[in-house]
Each structure stands twice: as C-alpha cells, then as structure tokens.
C-alpha cells in the first residue's frame, strides 16, 4: 500500500478525511501578478529617481537666480566703468543710459568711501523693488528667492547689492526689472524636470534590469520551485545555484526543507499503512489472544512444576499483549495511555523484563548493580515495556557480533547490565551492554522512527516507542555513548 505522493500535507490530509481538492486550487493559490514585485521595483526606482531630482532641484534653481544677478551686476559694472573711464566724459548721457541698459538694469549705483554716486537713475517704478545682498550667504534665503521671483507680479523689480569686481568701492547696487528673470527661471525648471524624468526613466530601466537579473529572476525560480513542490511533493525539485550570496543561501535551505518534509512524507504514508495493517489484524489478533488466555487458565491446574513455573510469565505477555491491541490502531494514531504512576521495585522489575527479552545465563546475561530495595516511582507496564525494548536491542546486538562466535559451549555470549541510582530529580537507570557499538550513520537518528539496526528482524519502532513512554513519565531517554566497546542508554525517571 502507497500513500498519496501528489498532495501537500493539508491535501494530504483532506484527502484521507474524504474531501476532495477543486481542480483549480493551484491557479486559486497562485500569485494574480506574477510581476507585481517587478512593476513596483520600477516605479519604485523612478519616483525615487524624482525625489532625488526635486531636492537637487531647489539649489540648481537658487544658484541659476543667483548666477542671473550676479551677471546683471558684472554687465552693469563693465559699462559703468567704461563710461567712466573716457575723458570728460565724452559718451552723452543717452548713450551711457544705452550701455548700463545692455546688462539688462535700470538703475546703477556705486559707494565708495561711504559716498554713494548713482551712474544711471532708475525710472518711477509702481512698488519698491526688493532687496537682496549677495555679500550675506543665507541659504535660507537663497532657497526661496527662486520661489518669490516664480509666483511674482509682472511689475516686480529686485535691487541687488555685492561687492565690485571690476572697480573700487564699497559695494555696487543695481535695481533689474524680475520679468525676464522668471522667464528664464521657468525655462530653466523647465528643461532641469525634463533631463530628470528622463534621467529617472533610464535609472529606473537600468535598475530594473539589473534587479531582474540578479534578484527577480532567481526568485522567480524559486516561487517555480515552491509551486512545483505544491503541486507534487515527491518530485525531485530543481538543483539550486551555486551562488554565494543570500539569493543562493535561500535555493539552498529551501532545497534542505523540501527534502526533510519528503522524508517527513515518506515516514507518514509509511505510518498509515502501518496503521491500517495494524487496524486490519487487530480483531483476529485479539480472539486469538483470547484464546491463549482461556488456555492458559486450563494450565493453570496442571500439576507439572515446569508448567507451574512459566504460567506466571504467559499470563503477564498474553495480559501485555491484550492491552497493547486495545489501545494501538497504528504508530501514527497511537494513544498511549497515561502513565499510572506507582511505587515499584526496580529489581524485580528489571529481572521479569530480561526474561522477556530473552537474556538467560547460557547467551546473553543479565548483570544487575541496583541498590537493594530501589523504589521508582513509574507506571509498570511502561516500564516494562521501555526495559524489555533496551535488553533486546542489546541482546540482539551481542548475538549479531561475529566475533563472538566461537565461544565454548555453556560460555556466555555477552552481558548487559542494568545500572540504577538516584539524584536530585529522581533516578537514572543505565542500560549498558560489551556488543560491537552502533554504526555511526545510524547513531544521529536512533530515536527516528523506522530506523533500525537489526535487520530484518528490526522495525525501527522500538527505541522511538521508548522515548515516548519516558517522556509521558516526564523524563527522557537518550543514548549516552557507543563504541567497539559497547552502548549505554540512560533512563531518567523524576522522583
């Protein structure tokens, strides 16, 4: 019998419950967009690309104002000392009013020694002009100039004052009507916002491609891989990448996962036909057992003492045997009972468990170095049972040594000795057989279920089982070493 291999673990399960998947629940689950994420890495990197050129914007309008004044002073300066410079001032007043005029001013003044002479008048303007001083560096300032200027009447003038360059003086004023400068500040804002889209469009593409290269492209190989493994979990899924970065690192424990849950897969359709094998004998398998018990009371008045000796033992595995078909469907499902804690002698417990797992004086014997009259407090059949799964796995190890073979004859083959004492939280019980030790491979997943070290004659259960029962008590069991020289297994019991 096989387990579904084509469904998740959900559908697995739905499955088994009788409820059938619709045939389109992997296009219901699977992503509208495919290429969503892309799309908002662009625009994403294009408004970016924008806020970046707006705040460089605002200084590259300031220092195109600033730049526009300045040339107005330099052209106002270069006329007012050509004019100055002919003798007796041979130019008219006409045609000096004509070359202050070229750079774009109607008034020019200049102090000098704190006397302050005005070269060219400025005509009746219908509101005060406004003042900047280009020798005072306010950034501030400087930032919403462009802005005033922008959003200014059409009769605005500014008058604007800075130190000359080309002549004496203290400082040089200009008063320069704002009209043309707005137009060409605009023209300006204009042709700036074009080369930044532009610039925005090609970064953005640049970008893109470059993310889809190294990041969208991986990732679409990897959601590939998480909708194929969706679709059937037992396929073999793509080899990841070699790359060394996060991407890589990604492919690669995904990779790891989807192993473990086919392993995890593999281990439960396992466990559910072992459970409906389990399910099917379990009627059958009680009659008998009901059978052997009313046998066993008919031998309980046999007068033979050998009869009278191996009853007791009968009726505890045929008793054990009963409970465990009542409370196992199968390993997946099963419901231990809770532990039935009682006060319970170790040595005679230990001593009925070694008959059960076939130690005797003649093969593999038992060596028991318990104090007298060590008391734990545990339930016994569960007990019995963990111990019972202990000595026969030792005992079977012994037995499957091959450098034992040989031995006289009566000589025993090994020993496992059982070992017991108490501490704080309540006892340790080791188990501690001379058999050749477990192989390495096997050793990191002991406690797993179906892994097994015995053979044929192993279901890899037995340990697993084990643990569970320790852990119901609120202790643990757990290997404590393996060598050439033997195993030790420690049981801890609280108090």
């Known amino acids: 019998m096989t387990a579904p291999t084509d469904r998740t673990p959900q559908a697995l399960d739905r499955v088994r419950a009788g409820v059938r998947l619709p045939e389109d629940w992997r296009e219901r689950v699977r992503p509208q967009a495919p290429d969503g994420l892309s799309s908002r890495l662009f625009l994403l990197t294009v408004l970016f690309t924008l806020v970046v050129g707006a705040l460089i914007l605002g200084p590259n309008a300031a220092s195109f104002h600033e730049r526009w004044l300045l040339d107005r002073l330099q052209a106002a300066e270069l006329a007012s000392v050509g004019v100055e410079a002919l003798p007796y001032n041979a130019v008219d007043d006409a045609t000096a009013d004509q070359l202050l ?52 009447p059409e009769d605005r003038s500014i008058r604007v004052r800075a130190a000359p360059r080309y002549r004496s003086g203290d400082f040089i004023d200009v008063v320069a009507p704002a009209e043309p400068l707005k137009q060409e500040l605009q023209a300006f804002l204009l042709n700036s916002l074009l080369v930044s889209l532009l610039i925005s469009a090609v ?46 690192r990604v492919e690669r424990e995904l990779a790891r996962m989807q192993e473990e849950v086919r392993l995890s897969l593999r281990s439960r359709s396992r466990l559910v036909a072992l459970g409906e094998a389990v399910a099917k004998i379990n009627h059958d398998l009680r009659n008998m057992l009901t059978s052997a018990q009313i046998a066993s009371d008919r031998l309980a008045d046999s007068a033979d003492p050998q009869v009278a000796k191996a009853l007791p033992r009968l009726e505890r595995a045929l ?31 230990v001593t009925a468990a070694a008959e059960d797992a076939g130690l005797e004086p003649a093969g593999v014997r038992l060596v028991k170095v318990i104090p007298t009259g060590f008391i734990v407090q545990a339930d016994g059949d569960q007990l019995h049972r963990i111990l019972v799964n202990l000595m026969r796995n030792a005992r079977q190890a012994i037995e ?6 040989g031995r006289p004859e009566g000589a025993a083959r090994g020993s496992v000795r059982v070992e017991a004492e108490a501490d704080g939280a309540g006892c340790i019980i080791r188990v501690v057989d001379d058999g050749p030790g477990i192989p390495p491979r096997l050793s990191e997943r002991l406690f797993e279920p179906f892994v097994s070290g015995a053979g044929a004659d192993g279901t890899g259960l037995g340990l697993t089982i084990s643990r569970e029962l320790a852990a119901a008590h609120g202790g643990e069991l757990r290997l404590v070493e393996t060598g050439p020289t033997g195993t030790t297994f420690a049981l801890r019991l609280p108090g």
């Open 101 to 152: 005029r070229i750079g774009g001013v109607s008034a020019v003044a200049i102090s000098d020694q704190g006397v302050m002479r005005q070269l060219l008048r400025a005509p009746n303007l219908p509101r005060t002009p406004d003042f900047i001083d280009l020798r005072r560096k306010n950034s501030g300032a400087r930032l919403v100039d462009p802005i005033r200027t922008l959003f200014a």
């Open 203 to 248: 970064a953005g593409g640049l970008l893109y491609a470059g993310l889809a290269v190294l990041v969208l492209r991986p990732l679409r190989r990897v959601t590939r891989s998480i909708e194929g493994f969706a679709a059937d979990p037992q396929a073999p899924g793509p080899v990841p990448s070699d790359r060394h970065d996060e991407i890589g």
């Open 319 to 349: 008793g054990r045997a009963a409970a465990l078909t009542r409370n196992v469907l199968d390993y997946g499902k099963s419901e231990e009972p809770e532990p039935v804690l009682d006060r319970i002698a170790l040595a005679p417990a």
């Open 400 to 405: 499957g040594d091959t450098t034992r073979i």
